[in-house]
């Protein structure tokens, strides 16, 4: 008897224990869910705000896309004539074009009737190492590769030799930085599978043997990078799990390394599309 009460008396006790837990639980969820919940409606009510004051802001002075694209041409059309080159209003025309060229192919053909790729390479051309001339190359470019990308008038405007060797310029002075890298990869490869004048660009850069040699040293070099950061990942994470079997920890997944965690991978997908393209 004295047993089965013990049992028994166990039994209520683990229960009431079990209960307690889960309204414990219970509880905190409830407290978590509040303060979520208080902490959304405060970050709601911030975003709500901003988007309020630029909507007041830009009301009644036609901000819209095309009256953007607008000014921040007018921006660039002004560079030829200017002495001496504002910086910073050069970015920011650049991160105007950049938007409207991602959205609107009308924006793309606007940009090319009024005559600002020239303008846009020239900059490219004035562009040196120094981390703000850096950031206006890679709008630039950005903003060329989305003109290409959408083949506004069959990519005609880009049928200067001198474009071409200023694109393979850039992707041995940048060969380790892919923010210049992939998009100018990405001129390249947009302006080569174009239906119409893709092959004629092609054609005119396999002909040209500097070009076609300097492409494979760079290609060769990048993926000899990309195998080296390779190796030294996978050193790293043989020593993480050593460590963690030195720790004494046994129910572990080994560290698996992919080649997508490499610095230059990004820049390495993107000459391997371009010399599929290529034919090289």
């Known amino acids: ?37 208080k902490k959304c409606n405060k970050d709601q009510n911030d975003i709500r705000a901003r988007v309020i004051k630029i909507m007041k ?9 095309a009256t953007r694209t607008h000014k921040a041409l007018s921006v660039l059309l002004e560079v030829p004539n200017s002495n001496s080159m504002n910086m910073s209003q050069i970015v920011s025309a650049c991160d105007t074009l950049l938007v409207a060229s991602n959205w609107s192919k009308v924006c793309c053909k606007y940009i090319v009737e009024q005559e600002a790729i020239p303008i ?7 562009c040196n190492r120094s981390l703000p001339h850096l950031k206006m190359l890679a709008l630039s470019l950005n903003v060329v590769k989305n003109i290409v990308r959408y083949g506004v008038e069959d990519n005609k405007a880009f049928q200067q030799p001198q474009y071409i060797a200023t694109l393979f310029s850039l992707l041995k002075i940048h060969l380790e930085r892919p923010e210049v890298l992939v998009p100018t990869s990405g001129i390249l490869e947009h302006i080569c599978s174009n239906k119409t004048t893709g092959k004629l660009f092609s054609r005119v850069i396999i002909q040209n043997e500097k070009l076609v040699d300097r492409f494979l040293v760079m290609y060769n070099t990048l993926k000899r990078k990309v195998q080296k950061e390779r190796d030294w990942l996978e050193r790293k994470a043989a020593e993480r ?18 080649a997508s965690q490499c610095k230059s991978y990004a820049s390495i997908k993107s000459m391997q599309k371009l010399k599929h393209i290529l034919k090289i």
């Not at 049992?7 to 009431?16: D, E, G, N, S, Y």
């Not at 846009?120 to 004035?126: A, K, R």
């Not at 799990?241 to 992919?258: E, H, I, L, W, Y």
């Open 1 to 37: 008897a004295v047993k089965i009460q013990s049992l028994v008396r166990c039994m209520f006790a683990k229960k009431a224990a079990q209960a307690r837990k889960a309204a414990v639980v219970t509880f905190q969820a409830h407290v978590r869910r509040f303060i979520a919940i």
């Open 57 to 65: 802001d830009t009301r009644g002075q036609g901000q819209n896309l």
């Open 120 to 126: 846009i390479f020239g900059l490219i051309d004035s």
């Open 241 to 258: 799990d050593q460590a963690k079997r030195s720790r004494g920890m046994r129910d572990f997944k080994p560290t698996v390394t992919k």
